[in-house]
């Protein structure tokens, strides 16, 4: 059964780091791509970071660029997304999600079918 669970959450201040993890089981990395996606009260679930099982390329969204990494250990079957220089306006729940054979061109919700339960991530002073 695939599955997917996410840790690493907390909360931090602004300017810190934290780093997620996704750890997967039930299948391999290989053949899905893992994206992160965040919601933050009130608003749309946003795609934020996404790593192809193949190629291992990635993606990320203009709002992380620079500040954020994702990376994948395929012995441990995880995924890892590195946040750094944190802001107020990053804190919300943090999603993983997995397609299969699925690309990372359009960080689009519909198009990954199996999702974690989430992290909470508060940027907070």
């Known amino acids: 059964q695939l599955q997917l669970v996410e840790s690493g959450g907390g909360l931090v201040q602004p300017g810190g780091s934290l780093r997620l993890s996704c750890a997967a089981s039930?299948?391999?990395?290989?053949?899905?791509?893992i994206s992160w996606f965040r919601q933050a009260p009130g608003k749309e679930r946003e795609g934020i970071s996404c790593?192809?099982?193949?190629?291992?390329?990635?993606n990320h969204a203009d709002s992380v660029k620079g500040r954020f990494s994702i990376s994948r250990d395929n012995a441990k079957n995880t995924v890892y997304l590195q946040m750094n220089s944190l802001k107020p306006e990053d804190t919300g729940v943090y999603y993983c999600?997995?397609?299969?054979?699925?690309?990372?061109?359009?960080?689009?919700?519909?198009?990954?079918?199996?999702w974690g339960q989430g992290t909470q991530v508060t940027v907070s002073s």
């Open positions: 039930g299948f391999s990395l290989d053949h899905y791509a």
């Open positions: 999600a997995a397609a299969y054979l699925g690309y990372c061109t359009v960080l689009h919700a519909p198009f990954f079918n199996s």
């Open positions: 790593i192809n099982g193949s190629s291992g390329r990635t």
